[in-house]
């Protein structure tokens, strides 16, 4: 979604602006994209069929953690960058027409898909070896890449009617729980291959109450990570993630604000003492 999010403003602003022959640079960029990140997910799925035992679980392991740290980047920059994502997109356009070189726009709409691109393969690796259903995910990745396009048209119809910050806040937190469960994801690979130390191999039991091997189960096990008996390392690691990610995410809003608000204060100080020694 944020990859056509992207795209889709691109779009509108060439459009509004009366550069449609633009459009073909971005196409461009958009199909190199694409072909990287179909060869990147085919990579690492025919790697990951090649090995057995503890090479595949190591290997599931890392490739998960690094999706969580990919996917833990990619919240935070696209934090930064909500505020003002339609601004700074129309900059970097404008930057590459001036230029009259189709090469600015082709990178721009190449690394706004790419970086999207490995990190869905990446998820989706992690989360299919997580269930073992590789064709339920390739179908459920076609389905939403569908809605992606979807929604990408509609910004590119009225790119005006979206609240972009708002919309990143809330896909965000979801990518954060998602995230959670990709870290401990791969930390159960990495203990299975006897590479981490559970400390304490379980610490709590809600089997009973409800089992991995339920529907819900599979698809909190899947999605966000669920363990129905954590060891003391997964439990530690997924809310430590939380904390500290909404921390992070939430934390500097706040901060800024009060930076904000101090530095109108002191102007004003200034003025009254300006006008105290006038008087």
Do not use: C
């Amino acid at each position: 979604m944020e990859a056509t999010l992207i795209l889709g403003i691109i779009l509108a602003y060439l459009k509004k602006s009366g550069n449609r022959h633009a459009f073909r640079s971005v196409w461009l960029g958009t199909g190199f994209a694409i072909a990287v990140s179909v060869i990147v997910g085919s990579i690492i799925f025919f790697a990951a069929s090649e090995l057995e035992g503890r090479g595949e679980e190591i290997f599931e392991g890392v490739a998960s953690l690094t999706a969580a740290g990919l996917l833990s980047w990619m919240i935070f920059w696209m934090h930064r960058q909500s505020a003002n994502i339609r601004g700074h997109l129309h900059e970097q356009i404008q930057t590459a027409l001036s230029s009259r070189s189709s090469l600015g726009l082709i990178m721009l709409s190449f690394v706004a898909v790419v970086r999207e691109g490995i990190e869905t393969a990446l998820f989706l690796f992690a989360a299919a070896t997580a269930e073992g259903s590789p064709g339920l995910y390739a179908f459920g990745g076609i389905l939403g890449l569908g809605i992606a396009l979807a929604i990408g048209i509609g910004i590119y119809r009225g790119a005006s009617r979206l609240n972009l910050r708002s919309f990143f806040t809330v896909t965000s937190l979801l990518l954060i729980l998602f995230g959670a469960g990709l870290l401990v994801h791969g930390i159960g690979e990495l203990q299975e291959a006897g590479a981490i130390p559970p400390l304490v191999e379980h610490v709590w039991d809600s089997g009973p109450l409800l089992p991995e091997a339920s529907t819900f189960g599979k698809f909190l096990t899947a999605t966000f990570g669920y363990r129905e008996s954590p060891s003391l390392v997964e439990a530690i690691a997924y809310f430590g993630y939380l904390g500290v990610a909404l921390a992070g995410y939430f934390y500097p809003r706040t901060s800024k604000g009060e930076a904000s608000s101090g530095q109108k204060s002191r102007p004003s100080r200034a003025h009254a003492t300006g006008k105290a020694r006038n008087a």
